[in-house]
């Protein structure tokens, strides 16, 4: 299966306008994120979800109530198209992204996006962003619900303590060689351990492909 995975990178948004199309639930919640990471959002959509028009009312996002315009790409550094079943529409907006040099997401078009966009575990100040390429974004999903049970509270609070330790002996050692040497030394004992479960589905089509003429012993 041909995929391209891209090169994975953190966008900085924050000042930055960033457009919206679309106001359903997950429009919202995309929209939350990026008002998380500073970003100045304008949502262009006839209707919004209740979430969407909190933050409208509030004067968080700038709405405007109707289906998009050529002129919305002004300005806007990365256009998140949330508008799903419409490829013609994706297309269209996919060639003026380009002319404009945007970034651009559609949410169920990878064909019609510049970017990708990865789930994310957030837990403190650390992010976790989870891509299968486009290929099977509902593992994506999956992995996410289970990551974010691994890392709590308490990991929370030894990233922050990871960044203060770091912040110290920057502040009390010169040598960046011996810095190095103090901050891997505090990681020592550190691992992350887990087992993966897989679906009875797949490990019958495994069974099936170890007894398959020509694959036998590539299980």
Known sequence: ?????????????KGYPVLVLGGDEEAAEKTQRLLDAGAKVTVVAPSLHDDLKK????GKVVHRGRHF????????????????GDRDFSRALFAKAREKKCVLWSVDQPEASTATMPAVVACGHLR???STSGVAPALSGFLKEDMEKIFGE???AFVEWLGQLREQTKATEPDFEKR??????ALDGFRLLGKV????????ERAKLAVSPGVKGQA
Do not use: H
């Open 128 to 130: 976790v962003a989870i």
């Open 180 to 185: 190095r040497t103090l901050l891997r030394e």
């Open 1 to 13: 299966m041909t995929a391209n995975s891209g090169f994975p990178l953190s966008l900085d948004v």
């Open 69 to 84: 315009r050529d002129a919305d790409l002004e300005n806007a550094i990365l256009v998140l198209n949330m508008v799903r």
């Open 197 to 204: 479960q897989y679906p009875k589905v797949w490990l019958d």
């Open 55 to 58: 933050l409208a009312a509030s």
């Open 154 to 156: 308490e990991f929370a």
